[in-house]
């Protein structure tokens, strides 16, 4: 199994960045791929998730209108496009394989104001 991220940088606050991750090892199409943040002294946190069925979405309410999810079953992908950032999202991203305790290794988004 590997989940590997990409697209993460450096932006200005009300700046955009979307990030990508690709997923093998396992059936992508059967399971939700979830998307978490962890900042510098706080506990890692679900930013956003998608079902594997019916393409149903999860948000944190501090994302709610400007991050969407999305999936790509042909290209084992989902993409989180993150828009109207804030300092507040800096944090290492990271996708996550269902509930099992597959990662990925991570990239960093930073946001300066």
């Known amino acids: 199994v590997q989940l590997v991220e990409s697209g993460g940088g450096v932006v200005q606050a009300g700046g955009s960045l979307r990030l990508s991750c690709v997923a093998s090892?396992?059936?992508?199409?059967?399971?939700?791929i979830g998307w978490f943040r962890q900042a510098p002294g706080k506990e890692r946190e679900g930013v956003s998730c998608?079902?594997?069925?019916?393409?149903?979405?999860y948000y944190v309410d501090s994302v709610k209108g400007r991050f969407t999810i999305s999936r790509d079953n042909a290209k084992n992908t989902v993409d989180l496009q993150m828009n109207s950032l804030k300092p507040e999202d800096t944090a290492v991203h990271y996708c996550?394989?269902?509930?099992?305790?597959?990662w990925g290794q991570g990239t960093q988004v930073t946001v300066s104001s």
């Open positions: 996550r394989w269902s509930t099992t305790n597959y």
């Open positions: 090892g396992f059936t992508f199409d059967d399971y939700a």
């Open positions: 998608i079902s594997s069925s019916d393409g149903s979405t």
